[in-house]
Nanobody, 119 residues
Framework: QVQLVESGGGLVQAGGSLRLSCAAS????????MSWYRQAPGRQRELVAT???????YYVDSVKGRFTISRNNAKNTLYLQMNSLKPEDTAVYYC?????????????WGQGTQVTVSS
C-alpha cells in the first residue's frame, strides 16, 4: 500500500505565499516523478509542475517564476512553494507520484488540499 498525504493549503490574500507538502509512505522502492496538479471548480485537472528523481523540473507557463517545485528523496516528500499568488491560482491541489514497488509501478494520488486566494 502507498499513501500520499498533502498539507499546507489554506486561504491567502493575492500576492501572498503558501508552501504545499506531500509525503509518500508505504511500500516504496523508488519514486520516479512527482507532480502537482490542480483543479478549479468547473475546470479540468491541470498539471502545474513536475520534478524527476534527478531534479529536472517542468512548470506550466502560468506559474513560471512564481512557483518552485522541489523534493526530498530521502524523505519521499514533495514540496510546492507558491509565491505572488493570484486569485486564478485558487483550486484544489493534488500530489501525484509515479512509484516503483517491488512487483510493479503505478501512479498514485493524494486526497487534495484546498488553496484559496482572495483578491
Amino acid at each position: 500500500q502507498v499513501q500520499l498525504v498533502e498539507s499546507g493549503g489554506g486561504l491567502v490574500q493575492a500576492g501572498g505565499s503558501l508552501r504545499l507538502s506531500c509525503a509518500a509512505s508505504g511500500s516504496i522502492f523508488s519514486i520516479v516523478t512527482m507532480s502537482w496538479y490542480r483543479q478549479a471548480p468547473g475546470r479540468q485537472r491541470e498539471l502545474v509542475a513536475t520534478i524527476t528523481s534527478g531534479g529536472t523540473t517542468y512548470y506550466v507557463d502560468s506559474v513560471k517564476g512564481r512557483f518552485t517545485i522541489s523534493r526530498n528523496n530521502a524523505k519521499n516528500t514533495l514540496y510546492l512553494q507558491m509565491n505572488s499568488l493570484k486569485p486564478e491560482d485558487t483550486a484544489v491541489y493534488y500530489c501525484n507520484a509515479r512509484i516503483v514497488q517491488t512487483t510493479h509501478a503505478g501512479d498514485y494520488w493524494g486526497q487534495g488540499t484546498q488553496v484559496t486566494v482572495s483578491s
